[in-house]
């Protein structure tokens, strides 16, 4: 079938938010102190990681690829004498359902039928060279309606980011450098990614320095015409990748898919617990409109 891979792009921006609601949430910050993991970091690398069991912190970094490898091993594997991969994933989950409840994700025809939906996706995409996505994929699947639409958001979510990753590695940019370009093209603010990513200046500098020779920055740091196509063609091959976990999907189920999920996204943002400004780069000015475009 012939999609635009703009709908996956589309698709991101709605189901984006429903998984990003654990990284900021009360409810995912208690719920990972009480569990014993000490502070944001370490609830953080061992909550995102908890599906792929006990490994280094080397496997973390490779498979997350934009955190410095000494930011991951401060939190990774110390996290797993406070508490166990299992228990993660419990409290994960948990945290997640209640906080989009808090938001108003209810039970209702419409969370059944979105959580239906992105959970026949996530059930067919393509899992091949993408370790993140197999490993939430391997897990059991939630009863609990909100615990399933939060369970398939975060597969999908993890299959576009694996596919992504792979770009960027065949494009010859590294996890650190790929921030750094991000946030010159106008997608992040600079302090927003150096301080969650933890970049001194020193290593910002020195990533701007790589970019520049390869003619992606110019001398000044700021995209070139070669950056502006570059980043383009990654952002637009990740959409292309990432459209082939909807295949499973027929038009009229897409249809259904925006109609149903794009209030509920309405309603998380409404909430006030993501802020604008993520790395992850979310936009919201399209989320007004619930039809998918596909006709």
């Known amino acids: 079938?012939?999609?635009?891979?703009?709908?996956?792009?589309?698709?991101?921006?709605?189901?984006?938010?429903?998984?990003?609601l654990t990284y900021f949430a009360a409810e995912s910050l208690r719920g990972f102190e009480d569990a014993g993991f000490r502070g944001?970091?370490?609830?953080?690398?061992?909550?995102?990681?908890?599906?792929?069991?006990?490994?280094?912190?080397?496997?973390?970094?490779a498979v997350f690829y934009n955190f410095s490898a000494s930011h991951v091993g401060r939190a990774l594997p110390?996290?797993?004498?406070?508490?166990s991969?299992?228990?993660?994933?419990?409290?994960?989950?948990?945290?997640?359902?209640?906080?989009?409840?808090?938001c108003g994700v209810t039970?209702?025809?419409?969370?059944?039928?979105?959580?239906?939906l992105l959970e026949r996706a996530a059930r067919t995409a393509p899992v091949e060279g993408r370790p993140l996505f197999a490993a939430n994929l391997a897990l059991p699947w939630p009863e609990?309606?909100?615990?399933?639409?939060?369970?398939?958001?975060?597969?999908?979510?993890?299959?576009?980011?694996?596919?992504?990753?792979?770009l960027l590695v065949a494009a010859g940019i590294t996890g650190r450098r790929c921030n750094v370009l991000h946030s010159v093209a106008d997608r992040v603010p600079r302090e927003f990614i150096a301080r969650s990513?933890?970049?001194?200046?020193?290593?910002?500098?020195?990533?701007?320095?790589?970019?520049a020779e390869r003619g992606v920055l110019d001398s000044t740091g700021a995209l070139t015409d070669t950056g502006r196509r570059v980043k383009q063609e990654l952002e637009d091959d990740t959409d292309r990748l990432a459209l082939d976990a909807f295949d499973s999907l027929d038009d009229d189920d897409l249809e259904t898919l925006f109609r149903t999920l794009t209030p509920l996204t309405r309603k998380v943002i409404a909430a006030g617990d993501i802020p604008a400004a993520t790395p992850m780069g979310l936009q919201r000015d399209?989320?007004?409109d619930d039809d998918a475009h596909v006709r």
């Open 286 to 288: 399209d989320l007004e």
């Open 85 to 102: 991969p299992a228990d993660a994933l419990r409290v994960r989950t948990a945290a997640a359902t209640a906080a989009l409840r808090r």
């Open 40 to 61: 944001f970091w370490m609830g953080y690398f061992a909550g995102r990681a908890a599906p792929l069991g006990r490994v280094p912190a080397e496997v973390v970094t």
């Open 1 to 20: 079938m012939s999609r635009s891979p703009k709908t996956a792009r589309r698709l991101f921006d709605r189901f984006e938010p429903v998984h990003a």
């Open 144 to 166: 609990d309606p909100v615990a399933r639409l939060w369970h398939a958001t975060t597969l999908l979510r993890e299959h576009r980011g694996d596919g992504h990753v792979a």
């Open 107 to 116: 039970d209702d025809e419409a969370t059944v039928t979105a959580a239906t």
């Open 78 to 83: 110390d996290a797993w004498d406070f508490a």
């Open 197 to 211: 990513r933890q970049y001194d200046d020193a290593e910002w500098q020195a990533c701007v320095e790589a970019l």
